[in-house]
C-alpha cells in the first residue's frame, strides 16, 4: 500500500524559529510536493521537485525553501516563522506528470 | 493559464438523496481532470480522473463524472449519497501532455455534508 508520512500532525511554534517539516514516501516517486491549505483558498503549490537536489518554485515560494537530498525525503523549511504562515501544510508525490498524486495526512503549523 | 471554479463552497443534503458538485475549468489547451476527496483528519486522495477516451469515469464507491467539453464543465455527482460520503471534494485540471512535469491546479474545494 502506497504511503506518505509527514512528520508531524500538529505542530506550534514562535515567530522567528526556523521550522522543519519532513515528508517521507515509500513509492519511489520521481515528483514530490508541498502545498498549504486555507480556508476558501484551496491548495496552494509552495514548491515541487522532480527529482533529487532538484527543485522549483510553486505559486507561492515566498518565507519558504526546501531540500531533497534523498529521493524518498522532502523537507520544507521556514527559514523564520510568521503568523501569516500558520496554515495546513500537505505533502504529496506522484509517479509522472499525469498520474495521481498520494498525498501525506498534513501537517497544522500553529505559528504564535 | 489554467484555473478552477467550484461553484459551491458547502452542499447540504439528506441521506440517500441525489448530488452533484460542480466544477468548472478554463484552460488555452487540453486537459487532464480530476476529483479528490479529503475526509475528516486526512490528507486528499485521488477520487477520479479523466485523461482520455470515455467523457464518463467512474470510482469504486458509486461517484461519476463527467468531462463536457464544451461546456468545460467537469461535475461530480452520486445518485445516492451516505452519511460516510461527508468530506470535502477538490476538482483539479493539469495540461494533457505527457512532457515534463505539468502544473496541477485545485479548486477551492466543495464541503459535502450529508444529513442522516
Known amino acids: 500500500d502506497v504511503k506518505v508520512t509527514q512528520s508531524s500532525r500538529y505542530l506550534v511554534k514562535r515567530t522567528g524559529e526556523k521550522v522543519f517539516l519532513e515528508c517521507v514516501q515509500d513509492m519511489d516517486h520521481e515528483n514530490m510536493f508541498w502545498y498549504r491549505q486555507d480556508p476558501g483558498l484551496g491548495l496552494r503549490l509552495i514548491y515541487f521537485s522532480y527529482d533529487v537536489k532538484m527543485k522549483e518554485k510553486g505559486d507561492i515560494p515566498e518565507g519558504y525553501s526546501v531540500s531533497r537530498e534523498k529521493k524518498e525525503r522532502f523537507s520544507l523549511i521556514l527559514e523564520s516563522a510568521s503568523t501569516n504562515q500558520t496554515s495546513m501544510y500537505l505533502c504529496?508525490?506522484?509517479?509522472?506528470?499525469?498520474?495521481?498524486?498520494?498525498f501525506g495526512p498534513g501537517t497544522r503549523l500553529t505559528v504564535l | 493559464a489554467q484555473s478552477v471554479t467550484q461553484l459551491d463552497s458547502q452542499v447540504p443534503v439528506f441521506e440517500e438523496a441525489p448530488v452533484e458538485l460542480r466544477c468548472n475549468y478554463s484552460?488555452?489547451?487540453?486537459?487532464?481532470l480530476f476529483w479528490y476527496v479529503q475526509y475528516p483528519n486526512q490528507g486528499l486522495q485521488l477520487l477520479l480522473k479523466y485523461l482520455s477516451g470515455s467523457t464518463l469515469v467512474e470510482s469504486i464507491n458509486g461517484f461519476e463524472a463527467e468531462f463536457n467539453k464544451s461546456q468545460t464543465s467537469f461535475h461530480l455527482r452520486k445518485p445516492s449519497v451516505h452519511i460516510s460520503d461527508t468530506a470535502e471534494y477538490f476538482c483539479a485540471v493539469s495540461p494533457g501532455s505527457s512532457g515534463g512535469y505539468q502544473k496541477v491546479t485545485f479548486g477551492i474545494g466543495t464541503k459535502l455534508q450529508v444529513i442522516p
Open positions: 484552460s488555452s489547451v487540453s486537459v487532464y
Open positions: 504529496a508525490s506522484s509517479r509522472t506528470a499525469i498520474t495521481t498524486q498520494y
